[in-house]
């Protein structure tokens, strides 16, 4: 039996194309992403995605076999996948903003914590926030709805992605901000209330130092109203993965 090049590069796409993709949104994805996964595992489990795959996707062409090409095409399937990995990446950091604004809003920026994810020291609530972010991001599924989004990219081929890719991740890019600001609102009006309120006191208690008794309160009132509304956070997770889920179909021209 004589195989042709045609043959083995034929047998090589249909593993290297969901392979290289799947590379590119372990770059870039929340827990496939994450450094506390060894690098071991991430390529045992991307072979095996990639397996999958193979086996259930239609013919896939055969993979370039001038070097060129090849390295063009590995780089463009990298980028497709690490561009549908940092949707999910933005579900996450968009609940961790949460924290973030919550945390200066009660002025418990100054609380640091080393994040193994993040470069630099942030602040504890941002870390809490991703932690909550992450679980429920993985409770509601997000890992098995970003596997089913980079199976059904290749129902357009195995070309790149398209000029709507960018305006619709730049545009889903800003639910970071609006999520964050949204979900701390309740905690932003306890601390204005605060605020003033101490602030009140000392103009007609001026015995009454700002520091011993405004800080505490507005930590305690701060804290105290963002432990109530996480009961709205599912609710924030479920939205944002359902945005995201549109904005990959948008990306990948399957709305």
Known sequence: MVLTDHQVLGWLGRFLWPFLRITGVFLT????????????VKAILAATLAGALALWLPDLPPFPGDPPSAIYQGLIQIGYGAAIGLVMQIVVVAVASIGEVAGLAMGLSFAELQFQDVPG??????????????MGYIALGGPVWLFGAIAHSFAGGVGGLGPATWPALVSFGGVIMTTGVYLAVPVLAVGLAVNITVGLLTVFAPQLNLLTIGFPLLILGGLSVLTISLGNVQQGIEHLLNTAVKTIAAMTHHG
Do not use: A, E
């Open 29 to 40: 994805s929340p827990l496939y992403g994450s450094t506390m996964i060894p690098t071991r």
């Open 121 to 134: 020291s942030t602040q504890v609530l941002f870390d809490l926030m991703t932690w909550t972010g992450l």
